[in-house]
């Protein structure tokens, strides 16, 4: 089965900091690297973080040093913490496999604004 159910966005101000989550299946989360995914305004989505079954993990340059991916295998939960966000982290998030899925969740909105 597959799905994912994100959450965790929020409305915060420059600098500030939110934790995205992202719920699926054991099937999933078990057998896949996940990644976290954004869209912003007017733009097409792009990859931003992924993380291996086997840990290792990549970052966009956009959000490298900022945010840190993880993934908790007990709770089949994926996770992104945001730190020292800015405006153009404004987006709706999403995750998913890496290589992406076909199936999409709802995503999350972030809104990063004074």
Do not use: H
């Given at each position: 089965?597959?799905?994912?159910?994100?959450?965790?966005?929020?409305?915060?101000?420059?600098?500030?900091?939110?934790?995205?989550?992202?719920?699926?299946?054991?099937?999933?989360?078990?057998?896949?690297?996940?990644?976290?995914?954004?869209?912003?305004?007017?733009?097409?989505?792009?990859?931003?973080?992924?993380?291996?079954?086997?840990?290792?993990?990549?970052?966009?340059d956009s959000v490298k040093g900022r945010?840190?991916?993880s993934r908790d295998s007990a709770k089949?939960?994926?996770?992104?913490?945001?730190?020292?966000?800015?405006?153009?982290?404004?987006?709706?998030?999403?995750?998913?496999?890496?290589?992406?899925?076909?199936?999409?969740?709802?995503?999350?909105?972030?809104?990063?604004?004074?």
């Amino acid at each position: 089965q597959v799905f994912f159910v994100e959450s965790g966005g929020d409305l915060v101000q420059p600098g500030g900091s939110l934790r995205l989550s992202c719920l699926t299946s054991e099937y999933v989360f078990n057998k896949y690297s996940m990644a976290w995914f954004r869209q912003a305004p007017g733009k097409v989505r792009e990859l931003i973080a992924g993380i291996t079954l086997y840990g290792d993990i990549k970052y966009a340059d956009s959000v490298k040093g900022r945010f840190t991916i993880s993934r908790d295998s007990a709770k089949n939960t994926a996770y992104l913490q945001m730190d020292n966000l800015r405006p153009d982290d404004t987006a709706v998030y999403y995750c998913n496999t890496r290589p992406a899925t076909a199936t999409w969740g709802q995503g999350t909105q972030v809104t990063v604004s004074s």
